[in-house]
C-alpha cells in the first residue's frame, strides 16, 4: 500500500511484508501482514482503565473474513457476511492464544483485537498472518504486552521442511504444524500430522524457529522505524501483606481440602474454606477494601501457590497419583440401540459418549474456501460440553469457542486416519458427560472407539492425552501425565497429543508461563506417548479392530463407475432419469464429474434395482454382444436402432437378413423392436449393427414372415 512504513522479511524465499501509518489511525495500533497476495489487517484499540470489580484480564480477539478478499459475493438472500464461520472462529483462537499470556501481571483494562482478511490469493492461508498482524499492532501500541512473537506454518513433503507452504504443497505434505515463538523460544504448536514421530515433530518445531526470529526481529524494526523507544512497563502482582495474612488465615485448611481425590468433594471443602477465610479478611481489612473480587484473586494465588509447591516440592499430586500416572481408564462400546456406532470412554471423571452416523455425499460440509484448500468436508467431529459435566448449572445457549475449537482438535487427531476415498460422510458427535481435565482428548479416544462400532475401516486408532508442567524458581521443571482440570488452572501448561502407536496425528500446545524450554518439549512429546500407548491398550481391549460390518441402520452404499460423457443420460432432461430411478427405488444417488455414482439405500433390493437401472442408462456398447433394440429411425440405406438408452446404432441394409434387401422397410417397421449384435464401435463412436448376424446366433430365421 501507498503511504506507509513497511518492513519486509525473506522466509524461505518468500517476502513477508509488515506495513503500518496508513489505516485506522485512531486505534491504539495497527498493521498489516501480507504473504504472497494474502494480507490481514489488526487493529488494537484498549480501554484507559479497568472495568470495576474486574479480577482478570478481558481480552477479546476477532477475525473475520470478507468475500471481497477473493473477489466473491457472500451467499444468501442479503449477499452481506453473517456471523463468523468456524473458521474465523478457530483462527481468533489461534490469534488468542500464544498473545494472552505475553501482557503484563496486573494489567486489566479491556482490550479488543480485531483481525480481517482483506485479500486473498488462494494459496496462502490466513491463520499465521493472523498472529504475525496482531502482534505487530500491539508492538506498536503502548500496550504492557511482551512481544513481540512469530508465526510460521511447517510443512514436510518427500522429507524436505517447507517454511510457510503453499494449499498445493500442503496437499502433498504429511505435516501441518502452525509453530509460534518469541524470539527465544516456543510459545504455541497446533496442526495435524501423518504419525510423524516424536524427533520429526521437534525438528519441525526447531525448524520453524529460524522463521521466527526473523518475524521478531521485523516487528522490531517496524517500531523502531516508527520513531517509537522501546517498550517499558512495570507488572503488579496482588497485594503482598494481603496474600501473607490469607497464607496464615487459610494456609493449611486450603491444603488439606486441595489434596482430595474427588472433584466435587475438592470443591465442597474448599467451598467452605473460602467463605470462613472470606469472612475473617473482611473483619480484618473490612468490606469495602476486601471485596468478594479482590478475594477471589488472593485465594487463586494462594491455591495455585499450594498446588504447585505439592509437586515441586513434595512430589505430590492433589489427587495422589505419581507424575507419569494415568487415572483408572474405561472402554465400551456399543452402548445405544439403533445408532450407526456408539462408545463410551472415561479417564478417571473425564467421561465422554460418542456416536457415529453415517450419511451420503449429500450429507457433505460445503466450506467457503476464500484462501484456499478444501471447499467440501466429509467427516465432521462436533464436541458439546453441557452444563451437568461440571455438575453446574448455566444458561443452554448456542455453540461457544471452546466448543468449537476443541471438536476441531479432535476431529483432525482422527481425520489423518481415515479411509482414502470412503464413500460415506461420516459424523462423530462427542458429548462430554463428565468434565475433569482435558476432555478434547477424551474425545479422540470415544471418537476413534465410535467410529470403529460403526464399521468405518480406520488404518489404525487415535488415542490422545494431555501432558501438564510446573515450574518454579531454581527448581526442576515437573511434566505430569493426565492432568486435572485444576492442575491445567495451577499449572504452567496444557499440551495435548494424539496419534497412532507408531506417531502423532493432532497436537495443540497452550502455555501459561513465556516460553518453554526445548528439553521440555521433548520431554512432552515422550511422555505424551509412553501414556497414549497404555489408552489404546485399553481401547483395543473393548473393540480391537472396526467391525468388518457396518451397522443394519447405516445406510448401504453401492460404487460404480461410468463414462463421464454417459452422466447426461444418466440424469437425463431435468433430472427426469435420475428422479425416476430415486423415487421408484427409494435410492439416493450421488454422481461426481469423474463418473463416480454412488448409490445408497437401506435396503439391499432397492439397492440391486437402482444399479440395474444406473446400468442400463450408462451401459457401453460391447462389440460381439446382442442387444434387443427398437428401431428410431428408417432410411435407404438401413435402420436406425436404439439398442441402450439414449444411443443408437446403424444396421446397413445388407445385415437385415440373409437375404437381398430391397427396402428396409420390407424388414423391419418404425418402433419394432429387434435383436440386433454389435459389430464394431468406430473411434468417432459410431455403431455398426446386424441384425442378420444376431438372427443367426439365435438360430431364428431373419425373414420375414
Same mark, same amino acid.
Given at each position: 500500500?501507498?503511504?506507509t512504513?513497511?518492513?519486509?522479511?525473506?522466509?524461505?524465499?518468500?517476502?513477508m511484508?509488515?506495513?503500518?501509518?496508513?489505516?485506522?489511525?485512531?486505534?491504539?495500533?495497527?498493521?498489516?501482514?501480507?504473504?504472497?497476495?494474502t494480507?490481514?489487517? @489488526?487493529?488494537?484499540?484498549?480501554?484507559?482503565?479497568?472495568?470495576?470489580g474486574?479480577?482478570?484480564?478481558?481480552?477479546?480477539?476477532?477475525?473475520?473474513?470478507?468475500?471481497?478478499?477473493?473477489?466473491? =459475493?457472500?451467499?444468501g438472500?442479503f449477499?452481506?457476511?453473517?456471523?463468523?464461520?468456524?473458521?474465523?472462529?478457530?483462527?481468533?483462537?489461534?490469534?488468542?492464544?500464544?498473545?494472552?499470556?505475553?501482557?503484563?501481571?496486573?494489567?486489566?483494562?479491556?482490550?479488543q483485537?480485531?483481525?480481517?482478511?482483506?485479500?486473498?490469493?488462494?494459496?496462502?492461508?490466513?491463520?499465521?498472518?493472523?498472529?504475525?498482524?496482531?502482534?505487530?499492532?500491539?508492538?506498536?501500541?503502548?500496550?504492557?504486552?511482551?512481544?513481540?512473537?512469530?508465526?510460521?506454518?511447517?510443512?514436510? /513433503?518427500?522429507?524436505?521442511?517447507?517454511l510457510?507452504?503453499?494449499?498445493?504443497?500442503?496437499?502433498?505434505?504429511?505435516?501441518?504444524?502452525?509453530?509460534v515463538g518469541?524470539?527465544?523460544?516456543?510459545?504455541?504448536?497446533?496442526?495435524?500430522?501423518?504419525?510423524?514421530?516424536?524427533?520429526?515433530?521437534v525438528?519441525?518445531m526447531?525448524?520453524?524457529?529460524?522463521?521466527?526470529?526473523?518475524?521478531?526481529?521485523?516487528?522490531?524494526?517496524?517500531?523502531?522505524?516508527?520513531?517509537?523507544?522501546?517498550?517499558?512497563?512495570?507488572?503488579t502482582g496482588?497485594?503482598?501483606?494481603?496474600?501473607?495474612?490469607?497464607?496464615?488465615?487459610?494456609?493449611?485448611?486450603?491444603?488439606?481440602?486441595?489434596?482430595? /481425590?474427588?472433584?466435587?468433594?475438592?470443591?465442597?471443602?474448599?467451598?467452605?474454606?473460602?467463605?470462613?477465610?472470606?469472612?475473617?479478611?473482611?473483619?480484618?481489612?473490612?468490606?469495602?477494601?476486601?471485596?468478594?473480587n479482590? =478475594?477471589?484473586?488472593?485465594?487463586?494465588?494462594?491455591?495455585?501457590?499450594?498446588?504447585?509447591?505439592?509437586?515441586?516440592?513434595?512430589g505430590?499430586?492433589m489427587?495422589?497419583?505419581?507424575?507419569?500416572?494415568?487415572?483408572?481408564?474405561?472402554?465400551?462400546?456399543a452402548?445405544?440401540?439403533?445408532?450407526?456406532?456408539?462408545?463410551?470412554?472415561?479417564?478417571?471423571?473425564?467421561?465422554?459418549?460418542?456416536?457415529?452416523?453415517?450419511?451420503?455425499?449429500?450429507?457433505?460440509?460445503e466450506?467457503?474456501?476464500?484462501?484456499?484448500?478444501?471447499? !467440501?468436508?466429509?467427516?465432521?467431529?462436533?464436541?458439546?460440553?453441557?452444563?451437568?459435566?461440571?455438575?453446574?448449572?448455566?444458561?443452554?445457549?448456542?455453540?461457544?469457542?471452546?466448543?468449537?475449537g476443541?471438536?476441531?482438535?479432535?476431529?483432525?487427531?482422527i481425520?489423518?486416519?481415515?479411509?482414502?476415498?470412503?464413500p460415506?460422510t461420516?459424523?462423530?458427535?462427542?458429548?462430554?458427560?463428565? @468434565?475433569?481435565?482435558s476432555?478434547?482428548?477424551?474425545?479422540?479416544?470415544?471418537?476413534?472407539?465410535?467410529?470403529m462400532?460403526?464399521?468405518?475401516?480406520?488404518?489404525k486408532?487415535?488415542?490422545?492425552?494431555?501432558?501438564?508442567?510446573?515450574?518454579?524458581?531454581?527448581?526442576?521443571?515437573?511434566l505430569?501425565?493426565?492432568?486435572?482440570?485444576?492442575?491445567?488452572h495451577?499449572g504452567?501448561?496444557?499440551?495435548?497429543?494424539?496419534?497412532?502407536?507408531?506417531?502423532i496425528?493432532? =497436537?495443540?500446545?497452550?502455555?501459561?508461563i513465556?516460553?518453554?524450554?526445548?528439553?521440555?518439549?521433548?520431554?512432552?512429546?515422550?511422555?505424551?506417548?509412553?501414556?497414549?500407548?497404555?489408552i489404546?491398550?485399553?481401547?483395543?481391549?473393548?473393540?480391537?479392530a472396526?467391525?468388518?460390518?457396518?451397522?443394519?441402520?447405516?445406510?448401504?452404499?453401492?460404487?460404480?463407475?461410468?463414462?463421464?460423457? !454417459?452422466?447426461?443420460a444418466l440424469?437425463?432432461?431435468?433430472?427426469?432419469?435420475?428422479?425416476?430411478?430415486?423415487?421408484t427405488?427409494?435410492?439416493?444417488?450421488?454422481?461426481?464429474?469423474?463418473?463416480?455414482?454412488?448409490?445408497?439405500?437401506?435396503?439391499?433390493?432397492?439397492?440391486?434395482?437402482?444399479?440395474?437401472?444406473?446400468?442400463?442408462?450408462?451401459?457401453?456398447?460391447e462389440?460381439?454382444?446382442?442387444?434387443?433394440?427398437?428401431?428410431?429411425?428408417?432410411?435407404?440405406?438401413?435402420?436406425? /436402432?436404439?439398442?441402450?438408452?439414449?444411443?443408437?446404432?446403424l444396421?446397413h441394409?445388407?445385415?437385415?437378413?440373409? =437375404?437381398?434387401?430391397?427396402?428396409?422397410?420390407?424388414?423391419?417397421k418404425?418402433?419394432?423392436?429387434?435383436?440386433?449384435?454389435?459389430?464394431?464401435?468406430?473411434?468417432?463412436? !459410431?455403431?455398426?449393427?446386424?441384425?442378420?448376424?444376431?438372427m443367426?446366433e439365435?438360430?431364428?430365421?431373419?425373414?420375414?414372415?
Amino acid at each position: 500500500m501507498k503511504n506507509t512504513t513497511s518492513v519486509a522479511v525473506n522466509l524461505g524465499g518468500k517476502t513477508m511484508t509488515f506495513e503500518t501509518g496508513l489505516l485506522a489511525r485512531q486505534a491504539a495500533g495497527q498493521a498489516t501482514c501480507q504473504l504472497g497476495e494474502t494480507m490481514v489487517f @489488526s487493529a488494537v484499540t484498549s480501554t484507559s482503565k479497568p472495568r470495576e470489580g474486574i479480577d482478570f484480564f478481558p481480552l477479546q480477539v476477532e477475525y473475520r473474513e470478507r468475500f471481497y478478499a477473493a473477489g466473491r =459475493f457472500p451467499g444468501g438472500y442479503f449477499k452481506r457476511e453473517g456471523r463468523p464461520t468456524e473458521k474465523e472462529i478457530l483462527t481468533a483462537r489461534v490469534t488468542d492464544r500464544p498473545i494472552r499470556p505475553l501482557f503484563a501481571e496486573g494489567f486489566f483494562n479491556d482490550v479488543q483485537i480485531n483481525n480481517a482478511l482483506m485479500t486473498a490469493d488462494g494459496e496462502h492461508e490466513s491463520d499465521i498472518l493472523s498472529i504475525n498482524a496482531a502482534s505487530a499492532a500491539l508492538m506498536l501500541s503502548e500496550l504492557p504486552f511482551l512481544g513481540p512473537i512469530g508465526a510460521v506454518r511447517v510443512g514436510r /513433503v518427500d522429507g524436505q521442511f517447507i517454511l510457510n507452504p503453499t494449499q498445493q504443497q500442503l496437499k502433498a505434505s504429511d505435516l501441518d504444524l502452525v509453530y509460534v515463538g518469541r524470539r527465544d523460544l516456543p510459545m504455541m504448536i497446533e496442526g495435524s500430522a501423518k504419525e510423524i514421530s516424536n524427533a520429526d515433530m521437534v525438528a519441525a518445531m526447531k525448524f520453524g524457529h529460524e522463521g521466527v526470529v526473523a518475524i521478531c526481529d521485523a516487528q522490531l524494526e517496524l517500531r523502531a522505524k516508527m520513531g517509537l523507544p522501546p517498550k517499558t512497563f512495570t507488572e503488579t502482582g496482588p497485594d503482598a501483606e494481603q496474600v501473607a495474612k490469607l497464607r496464615e488465615i487459610a494456609g493449611a485448611d486450603l491444603e488439606a481440602a486441595l489434596f482430595t /481425590v474427588k472433584k466435587l468433594e475438592r470443591q465442597e471443602k474448599m467451598g467452605k474454606v473460602f467463605e470462613a477465610a472470606f469472612a475473617k479478611m473482611q473483619e480484618i481489612y473490612g468490606e469495602e477494601v476486601m471485596t468478594e473480587n479482590r =478475594f477471589k484473586m488472593l485465594f487463586d494465588v494462594i491455591e495455585i501457590e499450594i498446588v504447585r509447591k505439592g509437586v515441586l516440592e513434595k512430589g505430590k499430586r492433589m489427587d495422589g497419583r505419581a507424575m507419569d500416572e494415568l487415572r483408572p481408564l474405561i472402554a465400551d462400546v456399543a452402548l445405544l440401540p439403533r445408532v450407526h456406532g456408539s462408545a463410551l470412554f472415561s479417564r478417571g471423571e473425564t467421561q465422554a459418549i460418542a456416536v457415529a452416523t453415517l450419511g451420503t455425499g449429500q450429507d457433505e460440509q460445503e466450506m467457503d474456501g476464500l484462501t484456499g484448500g478444501d471447499t !467440501k468436508k466429509r467427516f465432521t467431529l462436533h464436541y458439546n460440553f453441557p452444563p451437568y459435566s461440571t455438575g453446574e448449572v448455566k444458561r443452554l445457549g448456542g455453540l461457544n469457542r471452546r466448543e468449537i475449537g476443541h471438536g476441531a482438535l479432535a476431529e483432525r487427531s482422527i481425520a489423518q486416519m481415515m479411509p482414502a476415498d470412503y464413500p460415506y460422510t461420516v459424523r462423530v458427535v462427542s458429548e462430554i458427560m463428565g @468434565s475433569n481435565g482435558s476432555s478434547s482428548m477424551a474425545s479422540v479416544c470415544v471418537g476413534t472407539l465410535a467410529l470403529m462400532d460403526a464399521g468405518v475401516p480406520l488404518k489404525k486408532p487415535v488415542a490422545g492425552i494431555s501432558i501438564g508442567l510446573v515450574t518454579g524458581a531454581s527448581q526442576k521443571p515437573v511434566l505430569l501425565t493426565d492432568i486435572l482440570g485444576a492442575e491445567d488452572h495451577c499449572g504452567d501448561m496444557d499440551f495435548k497429543v494424539a496419534g497412532t502407536r507408531d506417531g502423532i496425528t493432532g =497436537f495443540q500446545v497452550d502455555l501459561k508461563i513465556r516460553g518453554l524450554e526445548w528439553d521440555l518439549v521433548a520431554g512432552a512429546f515422550d511422555r505424551a506417548h509412553a501414556a497414549r500407548l497404555k489408552i489404546l491398550d485399553t481401547m483395543q481391549a473393548a473393540l480391537p479392530a472396526p467391525r468388518p460390518e457396518l451397522s443394519p441402520h447405516a445406510p448401504r452404499i453401492m460404487v460404480v463407475h461410468i463414462n463421464p460423457e !454417459k452422466i447426461g443420460a444418466l440424469i437425463g432432461p431435468g433430472g427426469k432419469n435420475i428422479r425416476r430411478i430415486t423415487e421408484t427405488t427409494g435410492t439416493q444417488i450421488d454422481i461426481e464429474d469423474d463418473g463416480k455414482v454412488s448409490i445408497f439405500s437401506n435396503n439391499k433390493d432397492n439397492l440391486d434395482a437402482a444399479l440395474r437401472e444406473v446400468e442400463a442408462l450408462t451401459a457401453e456398447a460391447e462389440v460381439g454382444k446382442i442387444y434387443r433394440g427398437a428401431v428410431t429411425g428408417i432410411k435407404d440405406f438401413g435402420a436406425f /436402432v436404439e439398442f441402450l438408452p439414449g444411443q443408437e446404432g446403424l444396421v446397413h441394409i445388407s445385415e437385415l437378413a440373409d =437375404f437381398r434387401v430391397n427396402r428396409t422397410e420390407d424388414v423391419v417397421k418404425m418402433g419394432e423392436e429387434i435383436w440386433v449384435k454389435v459389430l464394431s464401435v468406430e473411434d468417432n463412436g !459410431k455403431v455398426r449393427l446386424s441384425r442378420k448376424a444376431a438372427m443367426a446366433e439365435k438360430g431364428e430365421k431373419s425373414r420375414k414372415g
